[in-house]
């Protein structure tokens, strides 16, 4: 009789065991090694940790893949798989795959991306509520969620309820911004993106909403805009609005001028890189899924990054190739690429990436059953379950995939190809193109062994522009798939891989490297022996700088027998970097048309979308990026972002960039204060007291504060829809100086109300006056936050004061921007910045507001 034996419990790793041994597994890389503890180590809602490197994940991944292998002809075994995503070489699964595959502690979905919706016709409260419900549950099983509101009735429209008129577009996208706020995913905040229809007569309110400090910060915004709008942009002709979009007997609709909404668009984008552009007829008309629109694949919206164009309740897995690997003896003169690995490699990522989705349907097998097993009500858990099985039937029918790949900047590199030249262009695009017939031969491949997915009609997608040039590059692919079908309905994106690529060690997706070499900065104790102090900063601390290479670069620089433990000068650097393939190829590099136009031509090959976003300089003119655009559009992109330098600053910092900040804390604001500045009306609450914040600005930066209560006998009271107006410099009779606060009413009439420092507590206003001349004097508005929070008040309602003057000046440090002092709560990491005013971990990707 055989012996039973108690099965072995698995083995429990410390974090500071798990992070030594992927520090080690990184070759020294703290940063990747943080990140794959923090993020993706199998571990338990307890904190417990299974994995002690991701080595254990990639076995744990490949257990699974070879499971789900078994069920078909000709599996793959575990070690075959094993040896594809090992060491994060080849094959990458992305995100959600990564982290949930074989998890036995979460019931959350394998799926990256989800986009939901109503029929288009239901704009009713109980469907717009639905939506709410549905995207914070999906939101809680670790997905990122997409929807269009192009439905809703405009402002003003009638409703046959007690409001009578529809309040429009804008407060839904409050309500589901903050929806997604309030979902955290192990220290990661809900990602969503809100798209509308041009064609919408509130597509204005929609585009201007994120223009507002603190609306809609929970959520990515983008404009569906079709080829009539940018015809009549071009010609500058008139445009017609209706609703229900593009209806033959809309219920209502107006004529615009469209290039008066375009410049909008492009101010908007140029201020502060949203809204996005979707250019609608290209995705539609080029959309293999939208064959099938009739049958309920009709896209809708994308994902939160503008990559996955999806139908409702449809969902997507990302996994992303390697490029970087598949180049023979980079950076040397023998450099070539390896096209037979690398077709080989993309037809089993492809099967991989199918197997994923049977990995798929048992997770969501599990959440039914979870929903099933609670204790609420069926009525409670309906919404919730149906959304569910709805998601189920899209994965099962048309079995989805998203393959990707990473490190395209570092691949041309290592070829010798400069990143946005003709040669680069026409380089990636076949690539690209490559990667489109092999995945598409797997997906054929496959249908003969598994069964074509069960939808799949070759008459429908016959017309197809995709179609037709797979047909054009490889009839027998084409004719085999009329015979055999296909085993996905649409194959192929590329995504920003994030985290991804700090793993891989190589640039992100497609594009070009950020730096080559940058610094980084670390507080050291002076005290220490053999410590190098570069600075001293505002506060007092002491910081060390050291130089950091691109891992790629690195590699570079032996290859052509550079000291890579070298201490180089700022020259030194310079003239390496122009020695090498990366010179003249970094993101502020590439020319901006150029890079327009190579994601056109990419885009080309890939059925799906593109994130990618284009790299201006500060001083770039908002007529330019208009030109982007409309190149955009004329290349054949489906999406574009732009993004303008100088919304953020990092923990990175280019080899100038310390003298720019050196000409910045010497005084950027004029010596004399204007007559007259514009301002900025901000109200907060500390506990039950109301406060107001009256904030001057010089070219959108803070230079004064004043700051008090808002609602008592002595405070300030003005209307709550008032925010914004001027502080206007004025004098009293007896010579002393006064600052009035002025704003126009909603007649227009201007009202004023005097002597702002006669307002407030005497107390408060000193601090504000010192306050303001470190704001004058250019002082960055993180350290004046630091100096603001630093200071010892012994009254409670002046240090009630000080909170209600930190929170008011967060609102304008830049995204970026890094948070010195302070220490996550979730990690214990330094490494934090700011986020829309809110602390936001870069290791663990906590967020915290103040």
């Known amino acids: 009789m055989p012996v039973q034996t108690t099965p072995k419990a698995p083995k429990i790793y410390t974090q500071d065991e798990a992070f030594k041994a992927s520090l080690e597994y990184f070759k020294g890389d703290d940063l990747a090694a943080r990140v794959w503890v923090n993020k993706y180590a199998l571990k338990d809602s307890d904190g417990n940790i299974y994995e ?55 019931i959350a979905s394998l799926s990256n991306c989800f986009v939901i919706g109503n029929d288009g016709s239901s704009d009713s409260y109980g469907g717009i509520m639905k939506i709410d419900q549905e995207q914070v549950q999906l939101m809680k099983r670790r997905g990122g969620v997409g929807h269009d509101l192009s439905h809703i009735r405009p402002k003003g429209s009638a409703v046959k309820n007690s409001a009578l008129t529809s309040t429009g577009i804008v407060p839904f996208m409050e309500r589901y911004s903050n929806s997604t706020r309030e979902v955290a995913q192990d220290g990661r905040r809900g990602a969503l993106m809100l798209s509308v229809s041009i064609n919408h007569p509130d597509s204005e309110d929609f585009i201007d909403a994120k223009m507002e400090q603190g609306k809609v910060t929970g959520a990515n915004v983008s404009v569906r805009i079709d080829d009539d709008f940018m015809r009549a942009v071009k010609n500058k002709t008139a445009y017609t609005q209706k609703y229900p979009v593009f209806s033959s007997e809309p219920k209502f609709s107006k004529e615009i001028e469209a290039e008066k909404l375009w410049k909008k668009i492009v101010h908007n984008a140029w201020k502060s890189a949203e809204p996005g552009i979707l250019f609608w007829d290209t995705v539609i008309n080029e959309s293999v899924p939208d064959c099938y629109a009739d049958l309920g694949y009709k ?40 096209y037979k690995l690398f077709k080989k490699h993309i037809s089993a990522a492809q099967r991989i990436m199918d197997d994923i989705i049977d990995l798929e349907l048992e997770k969501i097998d599990a959440i039914i059953e979870k929903i099933d097993a609670d204790p609420e009500t069926d009525e409670v858990k309906g919404v919730e379950k149906n959304l569910w099985l709805n998601i189920k039937k899209k994965a099962q029918e048309g079995r989805r995939t998203g393959i990707g790949i990473t490190a395209e900047g570092d691949m041309l590199a290592g070829l010798g190809i400069r990143y946005g030249s003709e ?19 797997a997906s054929v491949d496959t249908a003969k062994e598994r069964g074509p997915f069960s939808i799949f009609d070759s008459d429908r997608e016959k017309e197809n522009p995709f179609i037709l040039r797979l047909k054009d590059a490889d009839e027998k692919l084409y004719y085999d798939m009329l015979e055999y079908g296909r085993r996905n309905i649409a194959l192929l994106t590329i995504a920003p891989t994030g985290t991804t690529s700090l793993m891989t060690q190589t640039t992100s997706g497609i594009e070009p490297v950020f730096l080559p070499v ?36 690195k590699e570079w620089m032996k290859v052509k027998g550079h000291d890579i433990d070298k201490n180089y000068s700022n020259t030194e650097l310079d003239e390496l970097v122009k020695a090498s393939p990366y010179y003249q190829a970094t993101s502020n590099d590439v020319d901006w048309l150029s890079k327009v136009r190579m994601q056109g031509a990419v885009q080309k090959w890939v059925d799906h979308s593109i994130s990618v976003t284009i790299n201006l300089p500060n001083d770039v003119s908002e007529d330019l990026v208009g030109k982007l655009y409309l190149e955009a559009w004329q290349a054949g992109c489906k999406g574009v972002t732009v993004y303008r330098d100088g919304s953020r600053s990092g923990v990175l910092i280019s080899n100038d960039e310390k003298k720019e900040e050196e000409k910045e804390e010497s005084g950027v604001f004029p010596t004399k204060r204007p007559e007259v500045l514009e301002a900025d009306v901000v109200r907060f609450q500390n506990n039950k007291d109301k406060w107001i914040a009256f904030i001057g600005l010089i070219d959108g930066r803070p230079y004064e504060i004043f700051t008090g209560f808002s ?26 100086s006064r600052y009035d606060f002025q704003y126009k009413n909603k007649r227009g009439y201007k009202t004023t109300i005097e002597g702002l420092s006669h307002k407030f507590n005497p107390e408060f206003w000193n601090y504000a006056k010192l306050i303001s001349s470190t704001l004058r004097h250019g002082m960055p508005i993180d350290n004046v936050v630091n100096l603001v929070n630093s200071l010892q008040l012994d009254s409670e309602s002046i240090n009630t004061w000080k909170n209600g003057v930190a929170r008011a000046l967060k609102r304008f440090i830049a995204d970026g921007t890094v948070a010195k002092k302070e220490k996550c709560t979730n990690c214990n990491s330094s490494n934090l910045i700011y986020q829309e005013g809110c602390l936001t971990c870069k290791d663990c990707g906590s967020s915290k507001c103040g």
């Open 52 to 106: 002690q490197t991701p080595n254990d994940m990639h076995r744990r991944i490949a257990k699974e893949i070879a499971r789900v292998e078994q069920r078909y002809p000709n599996p793959m075994t575990e070690d075959e798989v094993f040896d594809l995503i090992k060491d994060f070489k080849y094959i990458v699964p992305q995100g959600s795959p990564m982290a949930g595959i074989g998890n036995p502690y979460q």
């Open 299 to 338: 896209t809708v919206s994308t994902n939160p990054c503008g990559e996955i164009p999806l139908c409702p309740y449809d969902s997507c897995r990302l996994l992303a190739i390697n490029l970087f690997s598949y180049v023979e003896d980079p950076f040397t003169d023998k450099a070539k690429f390896n």
């Open 423 to 441: 040669e680069g262009v026409a380089f990636s695009t076949e690539i690209h193109k490559n990667i489109a017939l092999a995945a598409y031969r």
């Open 518 to 553: 940058y610094k980084r900065r670390r507080k050291v104790n002076p005290n220490d022996k053999d410590v190098r102090v570069d600075f001293v900063d505002e506060v007092g601390d002491s910081w060390e700088e050291y130089v950091v290479f691109h891992h790629r670069f």
């Open 711 to 736: 609602d008592d006998e002595d405070g300030i009271l003005i209307p709550r829809w008032v925010n914004e107006g001027l502080i206007i410099k004025n004098r009293n009779e007896d010579g002393t």
